[in-house]
């Protein structure tokens, strides 16, 4: 199993950008894909997790303004984030797991190396 994460970079406080990871070696069907985030000195929290039958979930602090998805093959997870904020600024990775989304690090398996998001 294999996770790559792409699409970090450095943007202003009101811009978008987008993530995607690509997923290897997971069978999509019954496979959950999450994407945390961790800032310097803080914990790894949760930002979105999609499973294979397409439900999403969010975290409260990027409703709205983050979508997930995942093309027809469900081989790629992409992360469209939108008025990005200074407080979003940190390294992003996805994560997978078998079975139900849950919003915690601690029930995923398989993680990418991360992307940095740095938002001014």
């Known amino acids: 199993v294999q996770l790559v994460e792409s699409g970090g970079d450095s943007v202003r406080a009101g811009e978008s950008l987008a993530l995607s990871c690509v997923v290897s070696g997971y069978p999509h069907s019954g496979r959950c894909v999450a994407w945390f985030r961790q800032a310097p000195g803080k914990e790894r929290e949760a930002v979105a997790t999609i499973h294979g039958r397409g439900e999403t979930d969010f975290a409260d602090s990027v409703k709205g303004r983050f979508t997930i998805s995942q093309d027809m093959t469900k081989t790629t997870v992409k992360l469209q984030m939108s008025d990005l904020k200074p407080e979003d600024t940190a390294t992003y990775y996805c994560?997978?797991?078998?079975?139900?989304?849950?919003?915690?690090?601690?029930?995923?398996?398989?993680w990418g190396q991360g992307t940095q998001v740095t938002v001014s």
């Open positions: 994560a997978a797991k078998s079975g139900a989304c849950v919003m915690s690090a601690t029930f995923y398996g398989f």
